[in-house]
């Protein structure tokens, strides 16, 4: 342990812009030790000791409100969100814990194709154009079908394979 007096040396040489070989020449000590001293910070503080700290009652108002609004405007409840828009200053996990506290739980967002009106009528429109244009349905190849076996696994692999040889496809 390299005594008080001794810090306060190496700190004072370096101010004046003596190398780190120098003054561990000068003062007869390892380089390593004059580094370590130069890099060493006391901590000011110490952490405070007993319970985290809690979510008040004007928090939690402000809190439900916002989730309220992000629910009304349709966009997705998040924790972050929430900390972000309600500038409180607990973390995530307080904040989740409270959450999970008042009976607010997570759930899957339901799944669902987003198309606004204008995406609708462009299909509406390319379907009708292909079938007043006639399209060779024959030839045609839909490569999105899916087949499902609701009675078990069948051999519908095999079937295809030995389908698609026989066609030339």
């Known amino acids: 342990m390299i005594p008080n ?3 306060n040396i190496v700190l004072y ?8 070989r120098e003054i561990a ?3 007869n000590i390892k380089k390593g030790s004059v580094e370590s001293i130069l890099l060493y910070k006391k901590k000011m503080h110490k952490n405070k000791r007993g319970p985290k700290t ?20 349709g966009h997705k409840v998040t924790c972050n969100k929430i900390l972000q828009t309600t500038n409180i200053t607990v973390s995530r996990r307080t904040l989740n814990n409270w959450m999970l506290h008042n009976d607010m739980q997570y759930q899957k ?6 198309l606004s009106k204008k995406h609708k ?11 007043e244009n006639n399209v060779d ?25 030995l389908y698609v040889r026989r066609n030339n496809i």
């Not at 040489?13 to 780190?20: A, M, N, Q, V, W």
């Not at 967002?109 to 987003?114: H, L, T």
């Open 121 to 131: 009528c462009e299909r509406v429109r390319i379907v009708s154009n292909w079938i």
């Open 13 to 20: 040489r370096r101010s004046l812009g003596e190398s780190i």
């Open 137 to 161: 349905w024959n030839a045609t190849f839909f490569m999105d079908e899916k087949r499902f076996s609701l009675d078990g696994p069948d051999n519908w692999y095999l079937l295809f394979s």
């Open 25 to 27: 020449r000068n003062l």
């Open 5 to 7: 007096d001794i810090r």
């Open 54 to 73: 809690q979510i008040s009652k004007a928090d939690a108002l402000n809190i439900k409100r916002c989730i309220a609004y992000q629910w009304k405007t």
């Open 109 to 114: 967002q339901a799944q669902r194709i987003v």
